[in-house]
């Protein structure tokens, strides 16, 4: 089974051999990732970092903005998760497949931001901040990161303040939205190699 959201289905033909499962898994999430690089570009102040710094942050931070992007996918109301294909399946079907607690976290995650109604702009906004926040351990140019990632967060503050004047709030669960992403990012990572790993 291969219980990621970013594959066409979850079910796997087990007599197919291994990089023939992983690359037909690629081509159904490559082009969400290529979407991911195109949307980096286009943040102002991006493409003035090193070339270094742009690839590792986006080494870091893709898998957090494609989950900002993908929470329309899990459906807390219903308990299902949409696939790449479109279909969806059952958090107790992928639960006997193998998903655990990841799973769980991530409904909690996507219960959470949906609650907070933002908007287009708003959410490409926040994802440009999530970005430029992602795991700096591989960073030359900190200051930069630091200062571009500054600029980003004003404008999402002003954004947020003009759109929803009478909920304050809004910008700090934002804010507090990021160390989530980060837990489900490793958690994520874990689940990715123990599946590489697997023979
Ligand atoms: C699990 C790959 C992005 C949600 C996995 C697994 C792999 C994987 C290999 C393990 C599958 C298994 O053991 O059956 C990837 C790759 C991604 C990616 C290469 C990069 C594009 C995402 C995103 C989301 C997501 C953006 C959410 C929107 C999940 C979930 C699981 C999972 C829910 C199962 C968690 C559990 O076991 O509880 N992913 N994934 N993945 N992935 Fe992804």
Redesign the pocket.
């Known amino acids: 089974?291969?219980?990621?959201?970013?594959?066409a289905s979850?079910f796997?033909d087990a007599s197919r051999p291994g990089h023939e499962v992983?690359e037909e898994?690629?081509r159904s999430?490559?082009p969400?990732?290529r979407e991911v690089v195109e949307f980096a570009k286009r943040i102002p102040g991006f493409q003035e970092l090193s070339q270094h710094d742009q690839v590792n942050l986006l080494k870091a931070g893709?898998?957090?903005?494609?989950?900002v992007?993908?929470?329309p996918?899990?459906d807390v109301q219903q308990r299902t998760?949409s696939f790449m294909s479109g279909r969806r399946y059952s958090v107790d079907l992928?639960?006997s497949?193998?998903?655990?607690?990841?799973?769980?976290?991530?409904f909690e995650f996507?219960e959470k931001l949906a609650a907070l109604q933002l908007n287009d702009e708003e959410m490409s906004l926040f994802s440009a901040v999530v970005l430029v926040s992602a795991d700096r351990s591989a960073i030359e140019d900190v200051v930069g990161v630091e200062a571009l990632q500054e600029s980003l967060i004003r404008a999402l503050r002003n954004l947020i303040m003009k759109n929803h004047s009478n909920e304050s709030s809004v910008f700090t669960k934002l804010l507090l939205k990021l160390p989530e992403l980060r837990s489900?990012n490793n958690?994520?990572s874990e689940?990715?190699?123990?599946?590489?790993i697997?023979p």
């Open positions: 089974h291969l219980v990621c959201p970013m594959s979850p796997v992983w898994f690629s999430f490559i969400a990732v893709t898998f957090e903005v494609l989950m992007r993908f929470v996918l899990f998760v992928l639960r497949m193998g998903a655990g607690e990841l799973l769980n976290c991530m996507s489900l958690m994520h689940e990715l190699l123990a599946f590489k697997q």
